[in-house]
Structures are given as structure tokens and as C-alpha cells.
């Protein structure tokens, strides 16, 4: 079995079957937009956000127009700052429909649910060095226990307030929350970070 390619990008992609083919290839981060619906979805361009700012993006939308709009959407939503930090990965244009579909796209092309996975690692591989920075991860469900994230009668009211405090998604359950948290932040800076909202609170 081939080893899946490590990376420290988050990568952008626009339906649940990209996410799906891709995550069979790549350690990492995967957000999808759901098509277009990212223009109404301020809790995913909120993700977006947070990973650009805290370790950059791929986005690897379809090479039909849609995803080129997309694309350039999500370049549009970030600060000019970042966009040094965003990876344009595409795909390329293959006539052919994917399995599961019962006709073609409108341009007749292959999305990245049905591209070759040899050429997506081929695409994705020169982006392997930043793979698993060190200070990164190690967060338990311990920690989040200590801290009152969960297990606790106030524990929901804390995870919301750290959601706020950090930027994070609403509503996040604690399994959820701690592979978030474990994707952005080492223990020791995800400790203060939530030592200090406890602090605050009292």
C-alpha cells in the first residue's frame, strides 16, 4: 500500500467526493466548500481563514469554470497578506465523467473525484516537505477534561467561548474539537491559550 503524502497545507476542495478520494492519499487537513455554497457559509470561509493565517491552503478546485470561480473566491475572502500562503493546485483537463455519475460535467471534464490518483500525488508531492511540523499536536482528551472542555456541566458554554476566543467553528463537539484544536496549535500553546480563557471567565 502506498504511504500517504504528510501535509502541513490545509487543502480546499469543493465536494465531499474530492474529499473523500483525497483523503486515501494525503495526511492532512481537508475542508470542502459544498460548490458554491461557501458564498453563504460564513462558519467554512471562517475555517478558511484560520488555516491560511496559521499554516497556508491548497486549493485544488476543478480546472471547469465553476472551479475556477471558486478558486478566485477564495483568494477574494482572504487578506492580500496571505495570499503568498495559498497553493493553486490544477488538475488537468481530461474529457471523461466520473463513476458514480450518470452524465458528464458541462464541459465534459474529469473533477478531482475522478482524476487519476497517481496524478494527484504527482500534484501533491512537491508540497510534502512542509509536512508535520513538530510543534504541532499532542492535545488529549485529558487536556480537554483538566480544562473543563468537556465532561463538565459547563463544558459546552467553555467550548463555545474558545471557539470565539480562537476563531473556531460553532458548535464543535469535543471529539471534533480536539482534531481541530490537534491540526493548528502544540499542547503547550493550546494549554495557555485555553488557561487564560478559564482565567477570564473567573
Do not use: W
Not at 473523500?20 to 471562517?46: A, H, M, P, Q, W
Not at 497553493?87 to 488537468?92: F, K, Q, T
Not at 481530461?94 to 471534464?109: L, M, Q, V, W, Y
Not at 459546552?156 to 471529539?175: F, I, M, T, V, Y
Amino acid at each position: 500500500m502506498t504511504e500517504r503524502i504528510k501535509l502541513s497545507r490545509a487543502v480546499v476542495v469543493e465536494g465531499k467526493y474530492d474529499k473523500s478520494k483525497l483523503c486515501s492519499l494525503i495526511d492532512g487537513v481537508v475542508i470542502v466548500t459544498n460548490g458554491f455554497r461557501i458564498y453563504k457559509d460564513t462558519e467554512t470561509r471562517r475555517l478558511i481563514k484560520m488555516y491560511a493565517e496559521k499554516q497556508g491552503l491548497i486549493v485544488l478546485t476543478d480546472s471547469d469554470a465553476a472551479g475556477r470561480q471558486i478558486r478566485g473566491y477564495i483568494k477574494s475572502i482572504l487578506p492580500k497578506e496571505l495570499h503568498d500562503d495559498i497553493i493553486s493546485v490544477h488538475i488537468p483537463q481530461i474529457e471523461g465523467k466520473e463513476r458514480r455519475k450518470t452524465a458528464p460535467s458541462a464541459e465534459g471534464t474529469l473533477g478531482v473525484e475522478g482524476i487519476d490518483a497517481d496524478i494527484l500525488r504527482r500534484l501533491l508531492s512537491p508540497y510534502a516537505a512542509d509536512a508535520e511540523p513538530a510543534d504541532r499536536g499532542g492535545i488529549t482528551k485529558g487536556d480537554l477534561y483538566e480544562l473543563g472542555l468537556s465532561g463538565g456541566k459547563d463544558s459546552s458554554e467553555l467550548r463555545e467561548q474558545l471557539e470565539d476566543r480562537l476563531g473556531l467553528p460553532k458548535g464543535l463537539s469535543a471529539n471534533a474539537l480536539l482534531d481541530l484544536l490537534n491540526s493548528l496549535y502544540g499542547r503547550e500553546e493550546f494549554i495557555r491559550l485555553a488557561e487564560s480563557l478559564r482565567s477570564s471567565q473567573q
